[in-house]
Structure formats: C-alpha cells, structure tokens
T-cell receptor
Framework: DTGVSQDPRHKITKRGQNVTFRCDPI?????LYWYRQTLGQGPEFLTY????????KSRLLSDRFSAERPKGSFSTLEIQRTEQGDSAMYLC???????????FGAGTRLSVL | DQQVKQNSPSLSVQEGRISILNCDYT??????FLWYKKYPAEGPTFLIS?????DKNEDGRFTVFLNKSAKHLSLHIVPSQPGDSAVYFC?????????????FGSGTQLTVLP
C-alpha cells in the first residue's frame, strides 16, 4: 500500500518561469488537497478536489495558480510567472470519505530565485 | 487571523517523562481536531484525532484532551521517547461545507532528551 507521492521533491526556478508539480494520492482516496507551508508556519489550505471536481479554492490561490485532477486520479498544480513569494513547501494530501483522515505526501520544495 | 494557535514554538522533555503539547482555537465551528507529527524532509504524519463530541481519546502512548468551553486541546505523550522528537502540528476542521480542509497551528518542536 503506497502512500501519497509527490514529484519533484525539489524545484529551483527563476522568477517569471512556470512550474508544475504532480501528486499521486492513495489509490482508493476520492479527496485530494493541496496545501502550502512556509518556514515556521503550519500548512495552509490551497484547494480541494472530490474525484475530478475542484470544489473549493482558498483566497491564497491567485490567478497564477491552477490545479487539475483529470479522471479523478493524480493531480497537478501549476504556478505561472513564479515570484519569490511563491517559495514554499507544497504539500498534497488525500483522504476517503467525509471524515477521512488526510494523509500527506513528502511535499515539493519550491525555490524561486 | 490565526484560528489555531500553538503558543509554544519548542518544548524539551527528558526521556521517560510526560510531554504535553498545547493548542488553542478561536473558531467555534471547528468540530474535529487532529495532531500530526513531522520529521525533517517528510510530510506531516497523522497521530491521533478527536471529535468535538468527546473530551478524550487515547491511542497507546498518545492521549488527546479537548476542552470545548476553553477552546483548548492538548496532546500528552507518556512515556516520551527520543524518537518522538519532531515538530507537532495541531489541526482543526469544520463540518460546514464538504471540503473539511484542515486549519493548522504553527507547530511545536518537541525534543526528547536521552
């Protein structure tokens, strides 16, 4: 039983470039979440999918951010025209059902130079 | 506006003693609370949870207490072991809507000294 997998683990990019991260949830989980964590803070909610439908987005998710979950399986998070303030750890979590525990991946650490 | 607060950034405890990590929340809509543990270079790992209809939940060495009137919860680890050294996050969610996204505190770094 594999856990939540995220790729890449680290990404270094220059300001203004586009980046895309991938998350593979636990196979039977229908809910998928994206969070962002900065140094010294806890994870902050970005967006949520139930199957392939994106049902909620945080105010933190600016127009430069877009997330997809085609066919309700893996998900991608794209950041366009990256800014230095986008530097953070991007965490993906998945769960099953309404009260399911969220299980997290190891995250993708983004550094924008 | 922090809805979940962990006011102690760090805590050091001797091996074998009790570790008590505290968490306060302000949003009265929160009805489900969780504790996660995080090691460096890993994602948060679920530890234990409690529903607002309970005031205590126990799982092995870990016990979570919930005081709804004070909007306070705590995690007790007895006995503490060096392998428990990690950052502990308190998280909360509300049943309104379907998302059940988690709101996290800023974490407490626990160090268990041998």
């Amino acid at each position: 039983d594999t856990g939540v997998s995220q790729d890449p683990r680290h990404k270094i990019t220059k300001r203004g470039q586009n980046v895309t991260f991938r998350c593979d949830p636990i196979s039977e989980h229908n809910r998928l979440y994206w969070y962002r964590q900065t140094l010294g803070q806890g994870p902050e909610f970005l967006t949520y999918f139930q199957n392939e439908a994106q049902l909620e987005k945080s105010r933190l998710l600016s127009d430069r951010f877009s997330a997809e979950r085609p066919k309700g399986s893996f998900s991608t998070l794209e950041i366009q025209r990256t800014e230095q303030g986008d530097s953070a750890m991007y965490l993906c979590a998945s769960s099953f059902g309404t009260r399911g525990i969220q299980y997290f991946g190891a995250g993708t650490r983004l550094s924008v130079l | 506006d922090q809805q979940v607060k962990q006011n102690s950034p760090s805590l050091s405890v001797q091996e074998g003693r009790i570790s008590i990590l505290n968490c306060d929340y302000t949003n009265s809509m929160f009805d489900y609370f969780l504790w996660y543990k995080k090691y460096p270079a890993e994602g948060p790992t679920f530890l234990i949870s409690i529903s607002s209809i309970k005031d205590k939940n126990e799982d092995g060495r870990f016990t979570v207490f919930l005081n709804k009137s004070a909007k306070h919860l705590s995690l007790h680890i007895v006995p503490s072991q060096p392998g428990d050294s990690a950052v502990y996050f308190c998280a909360a969610s509300a049943s309104r809507g379907s998302a059940r996204q988690l709101t996290f505190g800023s974490g407490t770094q626990l160090t268990v000294l041998p």
